[in-house]
């Protein structure tokens, strides 16, 4: 087994640095005394950055819907920086709405860049974690990748997708010294419910009570989110400086509430169908002794 170990001054790759959990994590490593590759679509945005800490900070193009694009980032800022210690998939965006409303088109975005934009960049950083032996992999998947709800099944479907990639991906890379925790927040005030939230262009009546009050809800909530992004930043940094890393890491005494709600209902659930669930074996043949 490979050293966990990870060295200091790290260097952290966080796509999706302009806004909310981004930018914020972005700030804290710098602070933290790390070096930083800030990759966004519009890398402009982040110049004061470089202002702030020009030796410890690259900026770099990155739009993670374009793979060649994400394995020049990620060999650019090795060459840079020599090293990538810590990868965070942090790009995406939520969509709101009911199964049936969301278009295939709207669909497809969502999951492009939710689902297939990490595993672009993580496809295309990899080669250099395994060559190093160490690193680690923070997936910013959500509460929602964990607990389905009205109103955000396409959302949920590709964070849900982000969970059992990151399950199999943590049991791939362990004996080389990596490792992958999946970021599990709830309702954090960043910009996820306002300008990174789209709505599905559609909207049927028949899903008013449904659907419908999901979007009024996240639309009354935007502005009041309970957590501090900048202490998500400080956990963030806090798991990947701990020797034994937690697999899933929630964030926000809501989604706390919420995960352990889900948990307690799928074992009462499991538990109260268990006689079915063992019956559907093959019955057992009974043989009879001859002489």
């Given at each position: 087994?490979?050293?966990?170990?990870?060295?200091?001054?790290?260097?952290?790759?966080?796509?999706?640095?302009?806004?909310?959990?981004?930018?914020?994590?972005?700030?804290a490593v710098l602070t933290h005394g790390d070096r930083?590759?800030?990759?966004?679509?519009?890398?402009?945005?982040?110049?004061?950055?470089?202002?702030?800490?020009?030796?410890?900070?690259?900026?770099?193009?990155?739009?993670?819907?374009?793979?060649?694009?994400?394995?020049?980032?990620?060999?650019?800022?090795?060459?840079?920086?020599?090293?990538?210690?810590?990868?965070?998939?942090?790009?995406?965006?939520?969509?709101?709405?009911?199964?049936?409303?969301?278009?295939?088109?709207e669909t497809r975005q969502e999951l492009e860049t939710?689902?297939?934009?990490?595993?672009?960049?993580?496809?295309?950083?990899?080669?250099?974690?395994?060559?190093?032996?160490?690193?680690?992999?923070?997936?910013?998947?959500?509460?929602?990748?964990?607990?389905?709800?009205?109103?955000?099944?396409?959302?949920?479907?590709?964070?849900?997708?982000?969970?059992?990639?990151?399950?199999?991906?943590?049991?791939?890379?362990?004996?080389?010294?990596?490792?992958?925790?999946?970021?599990?927040?709830?309702?954090?005030?960043?910009?996820?419910?306002?300008?990174?939230?789209?709505?599905?262009?559609?909207?049927?009546?028949?899903?008013?009570?449904?659907?419908?009050?999901?979007?009024?809800?996240?639309?009354?909530?935007?502005?009041?989110?309970?957590?501090?992004?900048?202490?998500?930043?400080?956990?963030?940094?806090?798991?990947?400086?701990?020797?034994?890393?937690?697999?899933?890491?929630?964030?926000?005494?809501?989604?706390?509430?919420?995960?352990?709600?889900?948990?307690?209902?799928?074992?009462?659930?499991?538990?109260?169908?268990?006689?079915?669930?063992?019956?559907?074996?093959?019955a057992a043949t009974s043989t009879r002794s001859s002489?």
């Amino acid at each position: 087994m490979a050293s966990n170990v990870l060295p200091h001054p790290r260097v952290w790759f966080i796509t999706g640095s302009s806004t909310g959990f981004g930018r914020a994590l972005a700030e804290a490593v710098l602070t933290h005394g790390d070096r930083l590759v800030a990759t966004a679509r519009h890398p402009e945005r982040l110049q004061d950055l470089v202002r702030s800490s020009p030796d410890r900070v690259q900026l770099l193009p990155l739009d993670v819907t374009n793979p060649p694009q994400s394995q020049d980032a990620a060999a650019q800022a090795v060459a840079h920086f020599g090293r990538i210690d810590v990868l965070v998939n942090n790009a995406g965006y939520g969509l709101l709405g009911a199964v049936e409303e969301a278009t295939d088109a709207e669909t497809r975005q969502e999951l492009e860049t939710n689902f297939f934009g990490v595993l672009h960049v993580t496809r295309a950083v990899l080669p250099f974690l395994r060559r190093q032996r160490s690193g680690h992999i923070l997936m910013m998947a959500s509460v929602d990748g964990f607990i389905g709800e009205t109103g955000a099944g396409i959302y949920n479907a590709s964070k849900f997708a982000i969970e059992g990639l990151s399950e199999a991906l943590a049991q791939d890379v362990a004996p080389l010294g990596i490792h992958v925790t999946l970021i599990e927040p709830g309702y954090f005030r960043t910009d996820f419910t306002g300008r990174s939230l789209k709505e599905a262009a559609r909207q049927i009546e028949d899903y008013a009570q449904t659907s419908g009050v999901a979007r009024e809800q996240v639309r009354h909530i935007n502005g009041k989110q309970p957590g501090d992004p900048k202490r998500a930043a400080q956990a963030m940094i806090h798991v990947v400086e701990t020797a034994h890393p937690p697999l899933r890491l929630v964030l926000g005494a809501d989604a706390l509430s919420r995960v352990r709600h889900k948990l307690q209902q799928v074992k009462e659930e499991v538990d109260s169908w268990e006689a079915t669930t063992v019956s559907t074996a093959f019955a057992a043949t009974s043989t009879r002794s001859s002489g």
